[in-house]
Protein backbone atom coordinates (compact mmCIF):
# COMPACT_ATOMS: atom_id res chain seq x y z
CA UNK A 1 0.00 0.00 0.00
CA UNK A 2 1.00 3.25 -0.77
CA UNK A 3 0.21 7.34 0.16
CA UNK A 4 0.72 8.29 -3.30
CA UNK A 5 -2.53 9.16 -5.28
CA UNK A 6 -3.97 7.03 -7.41
CA UNK A 7 -4.15 6.54 -11.16
CA UNK A 8 -6.56 4.05 -13.39
CA UNK A 9 -6.46 4.52 -16.70
CA UNK A 10 -6.16 1.84 -19.97
CA UNK A 11 -7.25 0.94 -23.53
CA UNK A 12 -9.40 -1.90 -25.38
CA UNK A 13 -7.10 -4.42 -27.06
CA UNK A 14 -8.57 -3.88 -30.91
CA UNK A 15 -5.16 -3.65 -32.64
CA UNK A 16 -1.67 -1.73 -31.91
CA UNK A 17 -1.23 1.48 -30.41
CA UNK A 18 -0.72 4.57 -32.43
CA UNK A 19 0.66 7.53 -32.26
CA UNK A 20 -2.92 9.34 -30.92
CA UNK A 21 -2.73 6.52 -28.41
CA UNK A 22 0.48 7.71 -27.80
CA UNK A 23 0.06 11.49 -27.49
CA UNK A 24 -3.33 11.48 -25.74
CA UNK A 25 -2.10 9.04 -23.14
CA UNK A 26 0.50 6.79 -23.02
CA UNK A 27 3.22 9.64 -22.99
CA UNK A 28 1.27 10.68 -19.46
CA UNK A 29 0.94 7.54 -17.96
CA UNK A 30 5.13 6.91 -18.69
CA UNK A 31 5.74 10.00 -17.08
CA UNK A 32 3.64 9.84 -14.17
CA UNK A 33 4.24 6.32 -13.43
CA UNK A 34 6.73 7.28 -10.57
CA UNK A 35 4.58 9.94 -9.01
CA UNK A 36 1.20 8.20 -8.90
CA UNK A 37 0.09 4.45 -7.75
CA UNK A 38 -0.64 3.63 -11.80
CA UNK A 39 -2.95 0.76 -12.52
CA UNK A 40 -3.28 0.05 -16.19
CA UNK A 41 -6.56 -1.74 -17.67
CA UNK A 42 -6.78 -3.87 -20.76
CA UNK A 43 -10.02 -3.71 -21.39
CA UNK A 44 -10.51 -7.23 -23.08
CA UNK A 45 -14.26 -7.90 -22.38
CA UNK A 46 -15.27 -4.65 -24.32
CA UNK A 47 -13.02 -6.14 -27.05
CA UNK A 48 -16.30 -8.17 -27.58
CA UNK A 49 -18.57 -5.54 -27.97
CA UNK A 50 -17.35 -5.83 -31.96
CA UNK A 51 -15.90 -8.80 -32.41
CA UNK A 52 -17.69 -11.39 -29.83
CA UNK A 53 -17.35 -14.35 -32.57
CA UNK A 54 -13.49 -13.50 -32.94
CA UNK A 55 -12.12 -14.13 -29.70
CA UNK A 56 -8.75 -14.85 -31.30
CA UNK A 57 -8.44 -12.19 -32.76
CA UNK A 58 -8.50 -10.57 -28.79
CA UNK A 59 -6.31 -13.08 -27.04
CA UNK A 60 -3.88 -11.73 -29.61
CA UNK A 61 -4.43 -8.36 -29.30
CA UNK A 62 -4.20 -8.28 -25.50
CA UNK A 63 -1.01 -9.67 -25.70
CA UNK A 64 0.32 -7.62 -28.76
CA UNK A 65 -1.10 -4.35 -26.81
CA UNK A 66 0.87 -5.19 -23.21
CA UNK A 67 3.92 -5.92 -25.11
CA UNK A 68 3.20 -1.70 -27.36
CA UNK A 69 2.65 -0.92 -23.40
CA UNK A 70 5.97 -1.85 -22.04
CA UNK A 71 8.23 -1.13 -25.41
CA UNK A 72 6.33 2.39 -24.68
CA UNK A 73 8.10 2.43 -21.25
CA UNK A 74 5.01 1.17 -18.98
CA UNK A 75 6.99 -0.25 -16.34
CA UNK A 76 5.43 -3.03 -15.06
CA UNK A 77 7.68 -2.93 -11.43
CA UNK A 78 6.46 0.63 -11.24
CA UNK A 79 2.14 0.16 -11.92
CA UNK A 80 0.25 -2.73 -11.94
CA UNK A 81 -1.47 -4.38 -15.19
CA UNK A 82 -5.07 -5.14 -14.67
CA UNK A 83 -6.86 -7.62 -17.29
CA UNK A 84 -10.19 -6.58 -16.52
CA UNK A 85 -11.70 -10.14 -16.93
CA UNK A 86 -9.51 -11.47 -14.62
CA UNK A 87 -10.88 -8.53 -11.81
CA UNK A 88 -14.60 -10.00 -11.02
CA UNK A 89 -15.59 -6.81 -9.15
CA UNK A 90 -15.44 -4.36 -11.53
CA UNK A 91 -18.40 -6.05 -13.46
CA UNK A 92 -20.45 -6.55 -10.86
CA UNK A 93 -20.24 -2.49 -9.58
CA UNK A 94 -21.30 -2.56 -13.48
CA UNK A 95 -24.33 -4.11 -12.38
CA UNK A 96 -25.39 -1.91 -9.95
CA UNK A 97 -23.77 1.38 -11.76
CA UNK A 98 -26.52 0.50 -14.36
CA UNK A 99 -29.40 1.10 -12.05
CA UNK A 100 -27.78 4.31 -11.14
CA UNK A 101 -27.94 5.82 -15.02
CA UNK A 102 -31.04 6.92 -16.44
CA UNK A 103 -31.03 4.81 -20.06
CA UNK A 104 -31.80 7.91 -21.86
CA UNK A 105 -28.42 9.45 -20.28
CA UNK A 106 -26.32 6.77 -21.34
CA UNK A 107 -27.64 6.38 -24.93
CA UNK A 108 -27.03 10.50 -25.61
CA UNK A 109 -23.25 9.93 -24.50
CA UNK A 110 -21.40 11.82 -27.50
CA UNK A 111 -18.49 9.49 -27.83
CA UNK A 112 -20.92 6.08 -27.66
CA UNK A 113 -22.87 8.16 -30.26
CA UNK A 114 -20.54 8.86 -32.94
CA UNK A 115 -18.95 5.38 -32.07
CA UNK A 116 -22.08 3.61 -33.05
CA UNK A 117 -22.24 6.38 -36.27
CA UNK A 118 -18.26 5.23 -37.30
CA UNK A 119 -18.87 1.89 -36.93
CA UNK A 120 -22.19 1.61 -39.10
CA UNK A 121 -24.01 -0.75 -37.03
CA UNK A 122 -27.31 1.11 -37.50
CA UNK A 123 -29.54 -0.43 -35.38
CA UNK A 124 -28.55 -4.19 -34.96
CA UNK A 125 -25.51 -3.56 -32.77
CA UNK A 126 -26.01 -5.59 -29.70
CA UNK A 127 -27.24 -4.94 -25.99
CA UNK A 128 -23.83 -5.39 -24.38
CA UNK A 129 -22.72 -2.28 -27.01
CA UNK A 130 -23.61 0.73 -24.66
CA UNK A 131 -23.41 -1.56 -21.81
CA UNK A 132 -19.67 -1.03 -22.30
CA UNK A 133 -19.74 2.76 -21.12
CA UNK A 134 -21.35 1.63 -17.93
CA UNK A 135 -18.64 -0.92 -17.40
CA UNK A 136 -16.04 1.77 -17.95
CA UNK A 137 -17.32 3.31 -14.89
CA UNK A 138 -16.62 0.43 -12.54
CA UNK A 139 -13.30 0.10 -14.42
CA UNK A 140 -12.39 2.92 -13.36
CA UNK A 141 -14.34 3.30 -9.91
CA UNK A 142 -13.35 -0.16 -8.61
CA UNK A 143 -9.82 1.41 -8.48
CA UNK A 144 -10.80 4.09 -6.56
CA UNK A 145 -8.47 6.67 -8.41
CA UNK A 146 -7.50 10.72 -8.23
CA UNK A 147 -7.09 10.43 -11.63
CA UNK A 148 -7.82 9.14 -15.21
CA UNK A 149 -5.15 10.36 -17.79
CA UNK A 150 -7.44 9.85 -21.28
CA UNK A 151 -7.62 11.47 -24.83
CA UNK A 152 -10.44 13.91 -25.46
CA UNK A 153 -12.87 11.59 -27.16
CA UNK A 154 -13.06 9.93 -23.12
CA UNK A 155 -14.06 13.00 -21.46
CA UNK A 156 -17.30 12.07 -21.92
CA UNK A 157 -17.25 8.64 -20.53
CA UNK A 158 -15.47 10.29 -17.40
CA UNK A 159 -17.92 12.81 -17.19
CA UNK A 160 -20.64 9.71 -16.70
CA UNK A 161 -18.11 8.20 -14.03
CA UNK A 162 -18.05 11.09 -11.85
CA UNK A 163 -21.64 11.29 -11.93
CA UNK A 164 -22.05 7.43 -11.23
CA UNK A 165 -20.02 8.00 -8.35
CA UNK A 166 -21.64 11.31 -6.99
CA UNK A 167 -25.11 9.41 -7.15
CA UNK A 168 -23.67 6.38 -5.10
CA UNK A 169 -22.22 8.23 -2.04
CA UNK A 170 -25.23 9.96 -2.27
CA UNK A 171 -27.88 7.12 -2.34
CA UNK A 172 -26.15 4.84 -0.29
CA UNK A 173 -23.33 6.72 1.98
CA UNK A 174 -25.90 9.30 2.80
CA UNK A 175 -23.74 12.10 1.49
CA UNK A 176 -25.62 15.44 1.18
CA UNK A 177 -25.70 15.75 -3.08
CA UNK A 178 -25.00 19.20 -2.46
CA UNK A 179 -21.14 18.11 -1.35
CA UNK A 180 -18.42 19.81 -3.30
CA UNK A 181 -16.59 17.37 -5.86
CA UNK A 182 -13.11 17.45 -3.66
CA UNK A 183 -15.01 16.58 -0.16
CA UNK A 184 -16.94 13.64 -1.24
CA UNK A 185 -15.00 11.22 0.45
CA UNK A 186 -14.44 13.35 3.43
CA UNK A 187 -18.21 13.60 4.07
CA UNK A 188 -18.57 9.87 4.23
CA UNK A 189 -18.73 8.70 0.06
CA UNK A 190 -17.30 5.50 -0.94
CA UNK A 191 -15.63 6.48 -4.42
CA UNK A 192 -14.04 10.05 -5.19
CA UNK A 193 -15.01 11.85 -7.90
CA UNK A 194 -11.80 11.27 -10.08
CA UNK A 195 -10.28 14.28 -12.45
CA UNK A 196 -9.91 13.90 -16.23
CA UNK A 197 -5.77 14.44 -17.66
CA UNK A 198 -5.88 15.04 -21.13
CA UNK A 199 -2.74 14.19 -22.76
CA UNK A 200 -0.63 16.71 -24.85
CA UNK A 201 -2.46 16.35 -27.89
CA UNK A 202 -5.76 15.41 -27.11
CA UNK A 203 -7.27 14.43 -30.21
CA UNK A 204 -4.70 13.84 -32.89
CA UNK A 205 -5.70 13.92 -36.30
CA UNK A 206 -5.28 10.81 -38.65
CA UNK A 207 -3.16 10.98 -41.67
CA UNK A 208 -6.12 11.16 -44.08
CA UNK A 209 -6.70 14.54 -41.88
CA UNK A 210 -10.22 12.54 -40.65
CA UNK A 211 -10.74 14.42 -36.87
CA UNK A 212 -8.99 11.47 -34.73
CA UNK A 213 -6.59 9.04 -35.35
CA UNK A 214 -7.89 5.57 -34.87
CA UNK A 215 -7.17 1.88 -35.42
CA UNK A 216 -11.11 1.86 -36.71
CA UNK A 217 -10.51 4.56 -38.75
CA UNK A 218 -7.60 2.94 -40.55
CA UNK A 219 -5.61 5.96 -40.81
CA UNK A 220 -2.90 5.63 -38.28
CA UNK A 221 0.62 5.14 -37.82
CA UNK A 222 1.16 2.22 -35.21
CA UNK A 223 4.18 2.43 -32.83
CA UNK A 224 5.51 -0.83 -34.70
CA UNK A 225 5.52 0.23 -37.86
CA UNK A 226 8.43 0.17 -39.48
CA UNK A 227 11.39 3.22 -40.75
CA UNK A 228 10.10 2.63 -43.92
CA UNK A 229 6.20 2.55 -43.11
CA UNK A 230 6.42 5.65 -41.59
CA UNK A 231 8.06 7.98 -44.20
CA UNK A 232 5.60 6.13 -46.41
CA UNK A 233 2.29 7.28 -44.22
CA UNK A 234 3.90 11.11 -43.58
CA UNK A 235 4.19 10.85 -47.11
CA UNK A 236 0.69 10.66 -47.70
CA UNK A 237 -0.32 13.23 -45.54
CA UNK A 238 -2.32 15.60 -48.17
CA UNK A 239 -2.10 19.78 -48.45
CA UNK A 240 -3.52 20.47 -51.63
CA UNK A 241 -0.06 22.71 -51.90
CA UNK A 242 1.34 23.11 -55.46
CA UNK A 243 4.88 24.70 -55.31
CA UNK A 244 7.93 25.68 -53.02
CA UNK A 245 6.54 29.15 -53.18
CA UNK A 246 2.99 28.55 -52.43
CA UNK A 247 1.80 30.09 -49.09
CA UNK A 248 0.81 27.13 -46.78
CA UNK A 249 -2.35 26.97 -44.32
CA UNK A 250 -0.47 26.29 -40.91
CA UNK A 251 -3.78 24.77 -39.58
CA UNK A 252 -3.45 21.90 -42.08
CA UNK A 253 -2.82 17.94 -40.91
CA UNK A 254 1.01 18.13 -42.04
CA UNK A 255 1.39 21.36 -39.23
CA UNK A 256 -0.51 19.41 -36.68
CA UNK A 257 2.12 16.77 -36.97
CA UNK A 258 5.24 19.51 -37.07
CA UNK A 259 3.90 21.06 -33.91
CA UNK A 260 2.82 17.67 -32.48
CA UNK A 261 6.39 15.53 -32.93
CA UNK A 262 9.15 18.19 -34.02
CA UNK A 263 10.22 18.63 -30.33
CA UNK A 264 12.65 22.12 -31.06
CA UNK A 265 10.13 25.01 -30.56
CA UNK A 266 12.75 27.35 -32.70
CA UNK A 267 12.44 24.82 -35.48
CA UNK A 268 8.38 25.00 -35.26
CA UNK A 269 8.20 28.37 -35.41
CA UNK A 270 10.61 28.45 -38.14
CA UNK A 271 8.65 25.91 -40.42
CA UNK A 272 5.61 27.77 -39.75
CA UNK A 273 7.12 30.79 -40.46
CA UNK A 274 8.10 29.90 -43.68
CA UNK A 275 5.27 27.78 -44.73
CA UNK A 276 3.24 30.62 -44.09
CA UNK A 277 5.41 32.49 -46.63
CA UNK A 278 6.11 30.34 -49.31
CA UNK A 279 9.29 30.75 -48.56
CA UNK A 280 11.10 28.03 -50.47
CA UNK A 281 10.08 25.42 -48.38
CA UNK A 282 8.68 22.06 -49.89
CA UNK A 283 5.87 19.51 -48.30
CA UNK A 284 8.48 16.68 -48.83
CA UNK A 285 11.48 18.58 -46.90
CA UNK A 286 9.04 18.82 -44.12
CA UNK A 287 7.33 15.02 -43.98
CA UNK A 288 11.15 13.96 -44.26
CA UNK A 289 11.53 15.81 -40.71
CA UNK A 290 8.71 14.61 -39.32
CA UNK A 291 9.00 10.98 -39.68
CA UNK A 292 12.93 12.01 -38.86
CA UNK A 293 11.96 13.00 -35.37
CA UNK A 294 9.05 9.81 -35.32
CA UNK A 295 11.70 7.52 -36.16
CA UNK A 296 14.08 8.45 -33.66
CA UNK A 297 10.92 8.95 -30.99
CA UNK A 298 10.43 5.00 -31.53
CA UNK A 299 13.60 3.67 -32.19
CA UNK A 300 14.03 2.73 -28.17
CA UNK A 301 10.35 1.68 -28.31
CA UNK A 302 11.26 -0.69 -31.34
CA UNK A 303 14.01 -2.18 -29.19
CA UNK A 304 12.23 -2.57 -26.21
CA UNK A 305 9.55 -4.28 -28.19
CA UNK A 306 11.87 -6.89 -29.97
CA UNK A 307 13.15 -8.77 -26.61
CA UNK A 308 9.56 -9.19 -26.29
CA UNK A 309 8.57 -10.72 -29.62
CA UNK A 310 7.35 -14.60 -30.06
CA UNK A 311 6.49 -17.34 -27.73
CA UNK A 312 8.78 -16.47 -25.06
CA UNK A 313 7.33 -12.51 -25.17
CA UNK A 314 3.99 -13.82 -24.89
CA UNK A 315 4.73 -16.30 -21.54
CA UNK A 316 6.19 -13.53 -20.20
CA UNK A 317 3.00 -11.18 -20.73
CA UNK A 318 0.70 -13.86 -19.46
CA UNK A 319 2.85 -14.25 -16.37
CA UNK A 320 2.87 -10.30 -15.22
CA UNK A 321 -0.58 -10.81 -16.03
CA UNK A 322 -1.36 -13.25 -13.56
CA UNK A 323 1.08 -11.94 -10.94
CA UNK A 324 -0.62 -8.40 -11.55
CA UNK A 325 -4.08 -8.89 -11.61
CA UNK A 326 -3.54 -10.67 -8.00
CA UNK A 327 -2.59 -6.73 -6.94
CA UNK A 328 -5.71 -5.84 -8.97
CA UNK A 329 -8.07 -7.82 -7.16
CA UNK A 330 -6.35 -6.86 -3.66
CA UNK A 331 -7.90 -3.49 -4.33
CA UNK A 332 -11.00 -4.01 -6.48
CA UNK A 333 -12.07 -6.61 -3.91
CA UNK A 334 -11.69 -4.28 -1.09
CA UNK A 335 -14.05 -1.75 -2.98
CA UNK A 336 -16.69 -4.02 -4.01
CA UNK A 337 -16.46 -5.17 0.09
CA UNK A 338 -17.19 -1.70 0.81
CA UNK A 339 -20.14 -1.23 -1.95
CA UNK A 340 -22.09 -3.94 -0.70
CA UNK A 341 -21.75 -2.87 2.63
CA UNK A 342 -23.27 0.21 1.54
CA UNK A 343 -25.85 -0.93 -0.21
CA UNK A 344 -27.00 -3.46 2.61
CA UNK A 345 -25.93 -6.45 0.71
CA UNK A 346 -23.26 -7.47 2.48
CA UNK A 347 -23.18 -11.50 3.70
CA UNK A 348 -19.68 -11.83 4.73
CA UNK A 349 -16.60 -11.28 2.86
CA UNK A 350 -15.67 -13.36 -0.15
CA UNK A 351 -11.91 -14.50 -0.73
CA UNK A 352 -10.63 -15.16 -4.56
CA UNK A 353 -8.76 -17.67 -5.17
CA UNK A 354 -6.44 -16.72 -8.08
CA UNK A 355 -5.56 -19.16 -10.58
CA UNK A 356 -1.78 -20.81 -11.52
P1 LIG B 1 -10.98 2.03 -31.60
O1 LIG B 1 -10.94 2.53 -33.00
O2 LIG B 1 -10.95 0.54 -31.47
O3 LIG B 1 -12.00 2.73 -30.74
P2 LIG B 1 -9.00 3.84 -30.72
O4 LIG B 1 -7.86 3.97 -31.66
O5 LIG B 1 -10.05 4.90 -30.70
O6 LIG B 1 -9.59 2.44 -30.99
P3 LIG B 1 -9.17 3.42 -27.84
O7 LIG B 1 -8.78 2.08 -27.31
O8 LIG B 1 -10.61 3.74 -27.98
O9 LIG B 1 -8.43 3.65 -29.24
O10 LIG B 1 -8.48 4.56 -26.96
C1 LIG B 1 -7.50 4.33 -25.96
C2 LIG B 1 -7.00 5.64 -25.38
O11 LIG B 1 -6.27 6.38 -26.36
C3 LIG B 1 -8.10 6.59 -24.90
O12 LIG B 1 -7.65 7.30 -23.76
C4 LIG B 1 -8.28 7.52 -26.06
O13 LIG B 1 -8.81 8.77 -25.67
C5 LIG B 1 -6.84 7.66 -26.55
N1 LIG B 1 -6.82 7.96 -27.99
C6 LIG B 1 -7.19 7.12 -28.99
N2 LIG B 1 -7.05 7.73 -30.19
C7 LIG B 1 -6.56 8.97 -29.93
C8 LIG B 1 -6.18 10.10 -30.75
N3 LIG B 1 -6.27 10.05 -32.08
N4 LIG B 1 -5.71 11.21 -30.15
C9 LIG B 1 -5.59 11.28 -28.80
N5 LIG B 1 -5.92 10.26 -27.97
C10 LIG B 1 -6.40 9.12 -28.52
MG1 LIG C 1 -12.02 4.44 -29.43
Not at 4 to 15: M, Y
Not at 228 to 242: E, H, L, S
Not at 265 to 288: C, F, P, Q, S, T
Request: net charge negative; hydrophobic share 35%; proline share 4%.
Amino acid sequence: MTDKPRILTGDTPSGNLHLGHWVGSIENRVALQSDYDCFFLIANMHAFTKRAERVGEIQRYTLDMVKDWLAAGIDPDRCTLVLQSEVPAITELSWYFAMLLPFNRVMRNPTLKSELEQDDVGDVYSFGFPLYTVGQCADILAFRPDLVPVGEDQVAHIEMTREVARRFNTVYCGVDSHTEDKDFVKAGGLFPIPQVKVGRVGRLVGIDGKAKMSKSLNNAIYLTDSPKQIKKKIGQIYTGRQSLDEPGDTSNTLFEYVRTFIADEARVRELEDKYAKGDNIGDGHIKAEIADEINTMLEPMRARRAELEGEAGDRKVIDLLKQHARKANAVTEETFYLAKQAMGIDYGRRELKPGQ
